[in-house]
């Protein structure tokens, strides 16, 4: 049983507990052992990308701390993977010793799909389920960390579903945390867009891998859609294992 | 050209609730992003084309002293008169008197951005001098008085009908004209007698080579080349930037521009000059001026964080690609500069100050990073400037944070920094916006959220946090975690 430290994002911790639930379930099916460090609270992203370094930073040695034993970090959020992955390196450019302990620390932060797929040969999880999806490509996923083959392998290995096309699957969806509540109308424009794309597709379901995407897009198909359904990968696969 | 850049919001909303801007901006940026990426597939490596050609801008940045030196020196050994220009008043001012020096009253202009940030038009205007656009784009905006809606095709959005009322207004026509052919030869039988009697033509520079002195324009329409062979006068105006090592890196770029931009291998034209004519040349100024402007450029690029931005050789893939611009188009953006480019490049030459909504209203989702053709990191860049803004960074004229957003995120902070606070906090939000909640969806909420429920729900968010939920189930946290003990996966 391999050992899986939880990184929680924290929209999952506060607003979708399921998603991080799942994660784990999905990691203990596959034969994992997921443990959860309940000291963990927030990476720092919403400071960093307001623009309050300082803080972030702060926050970033704390998550370090809690997190730099560990062998393999997962979370349900590439932005957050991002934040560690990416920004962490950079917040401490001046400051060797903290830049090392983040860089080690880089290598072993993973986003639940790309390890399920790339570090533990889990493409097939073993759900099925009967009808047709479609899938929102995160920019964080895409553009951010390249995963854009896992979360369609993960898909593709599920009995009896068929994937559909929808246009426009890798344009942002207007989330963008705190431009979603400066610039809403632009944002839920851009969620708009989405939404019609996926009704447009025919797809009964919309997978997504980001807990923003799917509060953003869940949120504006729960208005004005609400036969439709928007799901995180993670509790897609769960509820659906045979 | 007026700066508007602090209207951003109100343009935004207006374009937005335009039918005819949204209904263009559905077909247009997706057409232009298809084209390039097709164009891309014939070089071998796409990815090492995009590579060699922010290698070879960032090399240039890097030699940027010495290649101005040596493009200075030998575009005057070629017979070019060059002319520093510290800021946009010094560079209008050097134009206007050699226009005057020269006795002209009237001169054609190929499209250029620089131009734009000059506010050359205006400037030609107050000392009597008229100011023809000669790329049909531009001569549109410029009959119409309005701002460039995308930073390659100005006027792309101005539906047909607008045209024809304008250019019938103008005298270009007699009657009514729905065919675009039709008012695109009315357009260029009117510039045509322009250029006929034309003694001075300003353009902007594509790139310029130093090892040759020599200036590269890019264009589809023609008009440069003509305002750079007909007249006897030449005034090329280029940001200090433009500068690259020698031609065979100057085609790389051109390459890569025109694939950018319109998705064509190579554009129309491509034009080429050295020096004014020579004794055994049959056309070309007589006297050709250059006008090498700083404005504010040196500052970015002594900053090596911002120094990226001078990569950037105005090909306009990145407002393609932008989800943003998709929905707001060119105009809120407030100058000659629009969607991700101008967002990098504007609140550098302006201030942040007046440029806030610019690099703030971005998701970060990193299309444009992705298809810039010399690796601009946009996003990291937008990051960079909220954070010297938040700090109130003079040099970049930074008014930081406003009191309670720093209250706001400092409390954020020491909230975060203690998982106790972090779960009381977090049960005592939820409580609060759970008041607004019907069944399982949240409709409408307080304050800064109004904006977000104006248009989208929330689900509303259960009593247990995840960390409840996870202490519940697992009571001995200390049995589900192994000791501390690095292993790699």
Redesign the interface.
């Known amino acids: 049983m391999?050992?899986v430290s939880l990184f929680?994002p924290c929209i999952?911790?506060?607003?979708?507990?399921r998603v991080?639930?799942a994660t784990?379930d999905l990691l203990r099916h596959i034969g994992c052992?997921p443990?959860?460090?309940?000291?963990?609270?927030?990476c720092?992203q919403?400071?960093?990308?307001?623009?309050?370094?300082?803080?972030?930073r702060?926050?970033a040695r704390?998550f370090i701390r809690i997190f730099e034993?560990?062998?393999?970090i997962v979370s349900p959020s590439a932005s957050c993977v991002h934040m560690v992955r990416r920004h962490y390196p950079v917040l401490f450019e001046g400051a060797p010793v903290w830049r090392r302990r983040a860089e080690s620390l880089a290598d072993?932060v993973?986003e639940l799909c790309e390890f399920l797929v790339d570090?533990m040969a889990a493409a097939d999880v073993g759900a099925r389920f009967s009808g047709r999806a479609a899938y929102h490509e995160s920019?964080s996923h895409r553009?951010?960390l390249n995963i854009s083959d896992q979360p369609g392998r993960l898909l593709a290995a599920v009995e009896g579903l068929e994937i559909v096309d929808m246009e426009g699957a890798?344009?942002?969806c207007?989330?963008?945390?705190r431009?979603?509540?400066?610039?809403?109308?632009?944002?839920?424009?851009?969620?708009?867009?989405k939404a019609a794309n996926f009704v447009a597709s025919g797809a009964d379901v919309l997978v997504l891998c980001e807990p923003g995407c799917l509060?953003?897009i869940?949120?504006?198909v729960?208005?004005n859609y609400p036969e439709k359904k928007v799901v995180h990968m993670a509790p897609f696969l769960v509820e659906n294992l045979t | 050209m007026k700066v508007t850049t602090e209207q951003y919001?109100r343009v935004?909303?207006r374009e937005?609730a335009d039918e005819y801007t949204k209904s263009f901006l559905r077909l247009l940026p997706a057409r232009l992003a298809e084209r390039r990426k097709t164009a891309f597939t014939d070089f071998s490596d796409p990815a090492a084309a995009r590579a060699a050609g922010a290698a070879i801008r960032a090399g240039a940045l890097e030699n940027l002293p010495q290649l101005l030196a040596t493009f200075e020196k030998n575009a005057k050994a070629a017979g070019a008169r060059v002319f520093w220009a510290r800021d946009a008043a010094a560079a209008n001012r050097y134009i206007v008197d050699t226009a005057r020096e020269n006795g002209i009253s009237g001169v054609t202009k190929g499209k250029s951005m620089i131009t734009e940030e000059l506010g050359l038009n205006e400037a030609l205007a107050e000392n009597g001098i008229r100011a023809w656009e000669t790329d049909l784009g531009e001569f549109i905006t410029q009959l119409l008085a309005c701002p460039p809606f995308h930073i390659v095709g100005p006027a792309l959005n101005i539906p047909v009908a607008r045209i024809s009322e304008i250019f019938l207004e103008k005298g270009l026509i007699s009657r009514p004209e729905h065919d675009p052919v039709q008012l695109g030869l009315a357009a260029r039988r009117f510039l045509r007698e322009k250029f006929r009697h034309l003694e001075m033509g300003i353009t902007g520079v594509n790139l310029a080579v130093a090892d040759s002195g020599t200036l590269i324009n890019v264009e589809n329409e023609g008009n440069i080349r003509l305002s750079k062979s007909r007249p006897r006068i030449q005034v090329a105006v280029m940001s200090l930037e433009k500068v690259v090592a020698d031609m065979p890196d100057a085609m790389h770029l051109i390459r890569l521009l025109c694939r950018s931009c319109t998705g064509q291998q190579v554009s129309a034209y491509v034009s080429m000059d050295t020096g004014p004519r020579k004794d055994d040349e049959i056309d070309g100024p007589e006297q050709l001026h250059i006008v090498i402007l700083d404005n504010g450029r040196t500052r970015i690029y002594e900053d090596p964080v911002t120094r990226q931005a001078l990569r950037c050789i105005r090909c306009g893939a990145c407002l393609n690609a932008c989800?943003?611009y998709?929905?707001?188009g060119g105009y809120p953006y407030g100058w000659a500069y629009s969607g991700p480019m101008g967002q990098v490049l504007s609140p550098l030459l302006l201030g942040f100050a007046r440029t806030r909504d610019l690099f703030?209203?971005?998701?970060?989702?990193?299309?444009c990073?992705?298809v810039c053709p010399v690796g601009i990191d946009h996003p990291g860049l937008m990051?960079y400037?909220?954070?010297?803004?938040?700090?109130g960074d003079p040099d970049f004229r930074g008014t930081g944070?406003p009191r309670p957003?720093k209250a706001v995120?400092?409390a954020?902070?020491i909230?975060?920094?203690?998982?106790l606070l972090?779960r009381v906090f977090?049960a005592m939000?939820?409580r609060a916006i759970n008041c607004y909640a019907r069944g399982n969806?949240i409709?409408k909420g307080p304050g800064?959220?109004?904006?977000?429920f104006?248009?989208?729900?929330?689900?509303a968010?259960?009593s247990?946090?995840?960390?409840d939920?996870?202490?519940r189930r697992?009571p001995a946290?200390h049995a589900?975690?192994?000791a501390?003990?690095?292993?790699?996966?």
């Open positions: 391999k050992p929680i999952v911790d506060q607003w979708v507990p991080g639930m784990a052992s443990f959860y460090r309940p000291e963990q609270t927030c720092g919403v400071l960093y990308n307001s623009g309050h370094v300082r803080e972030a702060k926050l704390r034993n560990d062998a393999a072993r993973f570090h920019c553009y951010g890798d344009i942002c207007g989330f963008g945390g431009f979603s509540v400066d610039y809403p109308d632009i944002s839920g424009a851009m969620a708009a867009d509060l953003n869940g949120g504006y729960s208005r | 919001r935004a909303a937005m989800p943003v998709g929905q707001i703030s209203a971005c998701t970060l989702c990193g299309k990073r992705d990051l400037y909220r954070n010297r803004d938040a700090v944070a957003e995120y400092g954020y902070a909230i975060a920094g203690h998982p972090w977090g939000a939820r969806t409709g800064v959220l109004k904006g977000w104006a248009l989208r729900d929330l689900p968010p259960p247990r946090s995840f960390r939920q996870w202490k697992h946290p589900a975690r192994p501390s003990g690095r292993k790699q996966p």
